[in-house]
């Protein structure tokens, strides 16, 4: 087992590692930001590293000053969280040549499945549905329309190495398809660097459902189930749970199956999320997988008693999973809520700014997994997460419940949050019937 780990993040994941690792008798390694310098991660951990200034791209992006950091600190292993470096296969191959085992797949599973064409390839190769697509990227606008008329307009244009919305575009005829190509192009290449695109049929108002995945080096894959993550705002996700509201057993089983296949064809290690659309008549389709760990899994660890950060640590170290499949289980019913620094009133603008005094929620079936406390400083320079509520209760109508109370019982003077947001999502009937999809925030609440 490792002796000590750098976590190379910031914020509740940072944070959420370090717990993980203190319990486990590792020691810990934090690096942080100028911005982040009083930051609650910096404070837990065994020792702290400065990697740079405020911005991004010159502290937690810059791999020189990470290798750096866990050179001085003298680790095993480097965990990324998500965000920033986590899905890149670059850093993680550079962490392996320094020498430092690096907590995630390995870099070439990453990169194949990091590239959603490739991805796409390699679910149908695993039988595991895909939208009607293009059988490769899309060079030439003549063959788009004719591939188009195939598959039956409306289409959607995908970036194959895109995420959180960037290079997608729908296009309702051969006119707008052939200028949504380039524009999707042109995003793509500016926020990826590489303009690549295909296309699927476009499936409206769909759910979003993912399944949890863990492999370890000895050829052991387990689902732990599945998620809703169909609350979103801009393909942004706001409010997760488990299990998924009003899917048949039927297809929870074949879609936690579906996931597993995709995972052990990819001969992918460590944790993983493969992420499905479903349609209205409960058929699902492969979208992508995120080779990390992500934001919601502690829905998933509330449901199944598993501690995803543990078993991903031990993974890396190239221990077997600690269960088997027959061991997991699903337990009652947990709902996620991100507690953002924004003010909805104003479309959802940053707060960022001193949070006077801060009082965090609790109380039976409630955690709360936030890095801010009274008196810390929100910097303007990062995602606008401050915290992220979760509730464990029996029954889904049990969880809503809770949810709301602990939601109200948020104080953080100072800055804007978006919980009364949620505690208005959590009472539309809507949300309450479990039948809501990825454009329900758009349509009844915010219209963009």
Do not use: W
Request: aromatic fraction near 6%.
């Amino acid at each position: 087992m490792f002796q000590k780990v750098l976590i190379a993040n910031r914020g509740e994941i940072a944070l959420r590692i370090i717990r993980a690792c203190r319990e486990m008798g590792i020691l810990s390694v934090a690096v942080y930001s100028t911005a982040d310098a009083e930051s609650m991660h910096v404070k837990l951990a065994d020792e702290a590293y400065c990697v740079g200034g405020p911005k991004s791209a010159d502290s937690y992006l810059k791999i020189d000053q990470i290798i750096a950091a866990a050179e001085v600190g003298n680790v095993d292993a480097i965990h990324p969280g998500y965000g920033f470096l986590a899905e890149n296969a670059h850093f993680n191959e550079v962490c392996r040549e320094s020498g430092f085992e690096f907590i995630g797949p390995s870099p070439q599973a990453m990169e194949k499945l990091g590239d959603k064409n490739t991805a796409r390839s390699m679910a149908i190769a695993n039988k595991v549905p895909v939208v009607p697509g293009s059988d490769g990227l899309i060079t030439d606008d003549k063959d788009a329309i004719k591939i188009a008329e195939e598959i039956g307009f409306p289409v959607l244009i995908k970036a194959t190495a895109g995420g959180g919305g960037k290079g997608m575009r729908v296009a309702e005829d051969p006119a707008s398809l052939t200028s949504s190509l380039q524009q999707a192009r042109n995003e793509a290449q500016a926020a990826f660097g590489n303009g690549g695109v295909y296309l699927e049929r476009y499936i409206g108002s769909p759910r979003h459902v993912e399944v949890q995945v863990i492999a370890d080096t000895h050829g052991n894959v387990c689902h732990l189930f599945e998620r809703d993550c169909s609350v979103q705002r801009r393909h942004q996700k706001l409010i997760e749970e488990a299990p998924s509201p009003n899917l048949p057993d039927s297809k929870r089983e074949a879609i936690c199956e579906a996931a597993v296949r995709m995972i052990r064809g990819a001969q992918y290690s460590n944790a993983g999320t493969v992420e499905f659309i479903v349609d209205q008549n409960d058929d699902f389709y492969f979208i992508e997988v995120n080779a990390r760990i992500q934001v919601e899994h502690p829905v998933t660890e509330m449901i199944t008693g598993v501690d995803l950060i543990k078993e991903q640590i031990r993974v890396a170290a190239g221990k077997e999973l600690s269960f088997s499949q027959d061991d997991l289980s699903v337990s009652g019913h947990a709902i996620e809520c991100r507690i953002n620094a924004e003010n909805p009133n104003k479309n959802f603008m940053p707060s960022p700014g001193k949070i006077g005094l801060f009082f965090a929620p609790g109380g039976l079936g409630v955690r709360f997994d936030s890095h801010v406390y009274g008196g810390y400083t929100v910097p303007p320079h990062y995602d606008s997460m401050i915290g992220k509520l979760i509730v464990h209760r029996p029954t889904r109508d049990e969880a809503i419940e809770t949810m709301r109370r602990a939601l109200a019982e948020i104080q953080a003077e100072g800055i804007a949050t978006t919980a009364l947001f949620h505690d208005a999502v959590l009472q539309h009937p809507e949300f309450v019937s479990g039948k809501h999809d990825t454009k329900f925030v758009e349509r009844e609440f915010t219209g963009n």
